[in-house]
């Protein structure tokens, strides 16, 4: 199995004297069964049902009575539990089981000494049957994609990954772990693509798991969508939407389709909450809070690199281009970028992520991201180059109550320069490398 950090979240998780049920949300196949299995080798007793199957579904609808319900599943799955036995019960896609879903909140209140987590790979279904979570009575966890340091553990290069992990590289390790962070950026963060690319090291194996990927999604959509013209439009954006990843979007008319900025806009929601993609809308304050503007263009990032990769036809480029900035025209860089991002974001229990343009008539100004750190909001830059080809990045830094520090993540080694705006407001620039993204928060912290 690939080591997943997570699994350090969910330990934390189950040492809560408070802890409540938790919900495990993801895309599909990011490996969410895979991970709870793995924990549950940590418990006494692990009791595992997949509401997939009628047979355990059915149990949910037999009685609102969690004792008794639990008593069933353990003759069922024939098992003795008590009090005194550190006990995970696991409810894999509880989707189908509308129901089940209602009865964490008594599960929580009743029998607190029951580990319970849920998962589901079609957890969006529920909001059609106008079923929730039960709010204030479930924690929740997501899973991402692998990031960068767990493909390095799947390479079996755990040194180099500590030495990210702990931010402690030395640059005679920088163009090995360049080379390694690059090939992460084409084979992506999928369980399944990494597992095969670790055994066998060949690209072109990895043709068969992307388009299967692709099709579940597809044959997912049904299950998604609110109506025929709805399946329509979803599948047009899992068709043609691949090629405008990390590119600001227009939703009328969108991958050359006549479909409306409605029925465009509301396909993308459906998709954002299945995990599937984000849409990144842009701030255009330099101080926080980060308020979208949500009358701009957003961005939109898919949930994998590799799956876009494929889509794209842009595989053969990882290989011809030495620096990753020059493949796509630089999409693919932002691409990445966004994604290792959004497990940071996770990591601080945040659900937005943002980039910036600057609100002034005539003038265009655009900086890749922005992180918000205590009272700031920190512009991010993804390009190489000399300091002076930071455009956008110093108009940021001009604007009145700009933060004194700044971030470009390129090829190049860690460093930090001193420079000054064109309005004469003096800020450091952190010259982040590409592996050092999923660290962004540790990094920050210690400036």
């Not at 920190?378 to 520090?405: C, W, Y």
Request: proline share 4%; charged share 20%.
């Amino acid at each position: 199995m690939i080591y997943r950090q997570l699994i350090e979240d969910l330990e934390k998780w189950s040492q809560r004297p408070n802890r409540k049920p938790l919900v495990l949300r993801g895309a599909r196949q990011v490996g969410k069964t895979t991970l709870i299995d793995e924990f549950g080798k940590r418990y006494t007793v692990y009791i595992k049902l997949n509401l997939e199957q009628s047979t355990n579904a059915a149990l949910f609808d037999k009685s609102d009575n969690v004792t008794e319900i639990f008593q069933l599943i353990c003759l069922l799955k024939k098992v003795t539990v008590d009090e005194s036995k550190r006990t995970l019960l696991f409810i894999d896609e509880i989707q189908n089981a509308p129901k089940a879903v209602g009865l964490l909140r008594y599960f929580y209140e009743e029998m607190p000494w029951l580990h319970i987590i849920a998962a589901g790979s079609r957890l969006q279904s529920l909001i059609k049957q106008r079923i929730s979570f039960p709010v204030g009575r479930v924690d929740y966890l997501s899973l991402r994609p692998c990031s960068f340091i767990e493909y390095l553990y799947a390479m079996q290069e755990d040194e180099l990954a500590d030495k990210v992990k702990n931010v402690n590289v030395s640059p005679l390790f920088h163009d090995l772990l360049m080379s390694h962070f690059n090939r992460y950026a084409l084979v992506g963060g999928m369980p399944e693509a990494l597992v095969s690319y670790a055994q066998q090291k060949d690209i072109t194996q990895l043709a068969p798991i992307y388009r299967s990927l692709l099709d579940g999604y597809n044959e997912d959509v049904e299950k998604y969508a609110n109506d025929n013209n709805q399946v329509k439009v979803i599948r047009h954006l899992l068709t043609h939407g691949w090629a405008e990843a990390g590119q600001t979007i227009t939703y009328a008319r969108f991958g050359g389709s006549n479909y409306s900025s409605k029925e465009v806009h509301e396909a993308f929601e459906v998709l954002q909450k299945a995990f599937l993609l984000s849409l990144d809308y842009p701030v255009t304050a330099v101080k926080a809070p980060a308020v979208p503007a949500l009358t701009r263009h957003p961005k939109l990032v898919w949930v994998d690199t590799g799956i876009m990769n494929y889509s794209v036809d842009i595989q053969v480029e990882y290989l011809q281009n030495s620096s990753l900035l020059d493949v796509w025209k630089g999409h693919a860089a932002e691409q990445i970028v966004a994604q290792e991002l959004r497990i940071v974001l996770d990591r601080a229990y945040r659900n937005e992520q943002y980039y910036w343009v600057r609100d002034k008539k005539g003038t265009t100004a655009e900086v890749d991201f922005v992180w918000q750190y205590q009272a700031q909001l920190i512009p991010i830059e993804v390009k190489s180059g000399t300091n002076t080809h930071l455009r956008s990045l110093h108009s940021f830094m001009s604007q009145p109550d700009a933060p004194d520090l700044a971030i470009r993540i390129w090829p190049g080694n860690y460093s930090i320069d001193e420079l000054v705006s064109p309005t004469g407001h003096t800020f450091r620039l952190i010259n982040l490398p590409f592996y050092y993204v999923g660290m962004l928060d540790k990094i920050i912290m210690t400036l």
